[in-house]
Structure formats: structure tokens, C-alpha cells
């Protein structure tokens, strides 16, 4: 497990911009594991928004494609996620996670969550 702690959230307009940052405490993020970023909004299930593999590949939910620029920074043991042109609808609690590569994505048993971000988005 790896403690992970989110940062960056917040209220924005329609239209606009917001990065989030993710730091893994401890011992940092070992480089055999996946990042991603998971979004949740009441009464639904959490959804992969992006994700960035331990080659640096990146795939990203269609929904932000375009939009949304997810990167990590190994030496920093940092994952970001770069937001922009942001709608209402990606109003949500913003969740970073990691898990070695080869499990599957979004696993509570082989993966570690973050407490998650809240962020908000007006119309």
C-alpha cells in the first residue's frame, strides 16, 4: 500500500482550469505501478478518468479527452492531473490511485486510494 494524498480541488467556473497534484508519502510510488485518476459523484460508482502506465502511456476516459492532461513524476512521487475547459459535469470527488502494473485498475485489494478531492464546477 501506498499513502496517497490529493490536493488542488476546488470551485471553478465553466470553462475554466484546475490541476490536481497527487504525492505518495513514505517510500514514494515504485515505478512498477500504474497511476490514475478516478472520479465519483453521489450514488454512482467511481469512473476512470485517466491513467498513465509505468512507460508513460496514457489513456483517458472519452468524456476528457482533449481536456485533461494526466502526467507523473516519479523523482517526485507525483501524479498530476491538468483539467481544463472544464463542464459541469465533471463535478465529482477526484480519487488518485496506484497499483503494480499487471493488476487490475481501480482494485481495492492490490491498489491504494487517496482521500479525494472535491471538485466543483458552476455553470
Known amino acids: 500500500q501506498v499513502p496517497l494524498v490529493e490536493s488542488g480541488g476546488g470551485l471553478v467556473q465553466e470553462g475554466g482550469s484546475l490541476r490536481l497534484s497527487c504525492k505518495a508519502l513514505g517510500n514514494g510510488i515504485p515505478q512498477i505501478y500504474d497511476l490514475a485518476w478516478f472520479r465519483q459523484i453521489p450514488e454512482h460508482q467511481r469512473e476512470l478518468v485517466a491513467v498513465?502506465?509505468?512507460?508513460?502511456?496514457?489513456t483517458y476516459a472519452d468524456s476528457v479527452k482533449g481536456r485533461f492532461i494526466i502526467s507523473r513524476d516519479n523523482a517526485k512521487n507525483t501524479i498530476d492531473l491538468q483539467m481544463n475547459m472544464l463542464k459541469s459535469t465533471d463535478t465529482a470527488v477526484y480519487y488518485c490511485h496506484a497499483i503494480p502494473t499487471g493488476m487490475p485498475l481501480g482494485s481495492d485489494r492490490f491498489g491504494s486510494w487517496g482521500r479525494g478531492t472535491q471538485v466543483t464546477v458552476s455553470s
Open positions: 498513465v502506465t509505468i512507460g508513460n502511456r496514457t
